[in-house]
Every structure is written in C-alpha cells, then in structure tokens.
C-alpha cells in the first residue's frame, strides 16, 4: 500500500528556530513535493524535487529551503520561523512513470505547525 | 497567478441531493485533470481524473464532466451522503511532462447534512 509518511503531525515552535519537516515515501517515487495548506488559500506549492539532490521553486519558496539527500525522503527547512508559517504542511510524491501512474500525487497525512 | 479557478468555496447539499462544483483553467497545455478529496485531520486523496480526450467520466455516484472549449470542468457528486462531507480540489496539469506538478483549485467545502 502507498505510504507517504510525515514523522510529525503537531509541533509547536518559537520565532526564529529553525525548524525541520521530515517525510519519507515508500514507494520509490522520483517526484516529491511540499505544500502548504490554509484555510481559503487552497493548496500551494513550496518546493519541489524530481531527483535526488535536485530540487525546484514552486510558487511560495520564501523564508523555506528543502533537502533531498535520499530518493524517499524530502526535508522542508524554515531556516527562521515567523509567525505567518504557521500552517498544515502537506508532502507528497509521484512516479514520473507518465502515463502508467497518471500523474498521481499521493500525499501525507499532513503536519501542523504553530509558531508562538 | 491563479491557473484553476474554483468554485464555490463552500457547499451546504442535503442528503440525497446533487453536489456540483465547479473549476475552470487558462493554460491550454493542459490534458490532465484530477479531483483530490480531503477529510478533516487526513492528506488529500485522488477521487477522479479525466483527460480531455472524452468529455465525461462517471465513477460510481461522482462523475467529471469536461468542456474543452470553455477551459471548464466539474464535479457531480449524485446521491450526496454524509459522508461525503469533506474538501474537494480540482487539479490540471500537463501529463506528458513529468515533471510539472499539478496546479491545484483552492478548494470547496462540501456538507452534506441529513
């Protein structure tokens, strides 16, 4: 079965830590993605990597940085958090193995994360 | 800038009832369109998907209905029940191209009360 796990679900952190999200796949995607998700604003992409060590802008990179050392795991990295990411922080991953997975993006359970 | 367009954003159906929301895109690269489900505290899930190379898609009670010279396509949820009270995202993308991530809609809540 798919599995797109986020090792955290709830964190609660001070302004200006520098804070790490971690998500592991099992499914020997290449894609990964990170999303952020607020009420109203929909689902909007941070980072994204279609390989190990690469990785790529999405529409919201400020104030995040990612890491992709492995093919299952992604990193989101808030080098300094502000309150304003506070936020549900979604991964995701996909097979690149167009058209037999059609463009499927699995996701995780999601991370919530509250900055004080 | 927003590629998919969303609507509404929230959505009261009675039970039994016809749920019916709507997405339209600009990008006419786009040949892929999936509907992802979101239940409260869980990752959204893929629903349904079409490509523009047929016009409707039914899957049990949900069907996709696409219009490929308006740029707009939709979701029909027959038979609304409770339990498809969840958020509901559209989604467009280009499949051929692997590597581009699907554009999503903003999303609509969807109630079904009893």
């Known amino acids: 079965d798919v599995k797109v796990t986020q090792s955290s679900r709830y964190l609660v952190k001070r302004t200006g830590e520098k804070v790490f999200l971690e998500c592991v796949q099992d499914?020997?995607?290449?894609?990964m993605f990170w999303y952020r998700q607020d009420p109203g604003l929909g689902l909007r992409l941070i980072y994204f990597?279609?390989?190990?060590?690469?990785?790529e802008k999405g529409d919201i990179p400020e104030g995040y940085s990612v890491s992709r050392e492995k093919k299952e795991r992604f990193s989101l990295i808030l080098e300094s958090a502000s309150t304003n990411q506070t936020s549900m922080y979604l991964c995701?991953?996909?097979?690149?193995?167009?058209?037999?997975?059609?463009?499927?993006?699995?996701f995780g359970e999601g991370s919530w994360l509250t900055v004080v | 800038q927003q590629q998919v367009k969303q609507s509404p954003q929230s959505l009261i159906v009675q039970k039994g009832g016809i749920s019916i929301i709507n997405c339209a895109y600009e990008?006419?690269?786009?040949?892929?369109f999936p509907w992802y489900q979101q239940f409260p505290g869980k990752g959204p899930a893929l629903l349904i998907a079409?490509?523009?190379?047929?016009s409707e898609k039914k899957e049990g009670r949900f069907t996709i209905s696409f219009n490929k010279s308006a740029k707009q396509f939709s979701l029909h949820i027959m038979d609304s029940q409770p339990g498809d009270s969840a958020t509901y995202f559209c989604?467009?993308?280009?499949?051929?191209?692997?590597?581009?991530?699907?554009?999503f809609g903003k999303g609509t809540r969807l109630s079904v009360i009893a």
């Open positions: 995701a991953s996909s097979s690149q193995a167009v058209p037999d997975s059609g463009n499927t993006i699995y």
């Open positions: 499914m020997d995607h290449e894609n």
């Open positions: 990597s279609y390989d190990v060590k690469m990785k």
């Open positions: 990008n006419t690269a786009f040949d892929y």
């Open positions: 079409i490509r523009p190379d047929v």
């Open positions: 989604a467009a993308t280009t499949e051929n191209s692997g590597n581009t991530p699907l554009v």
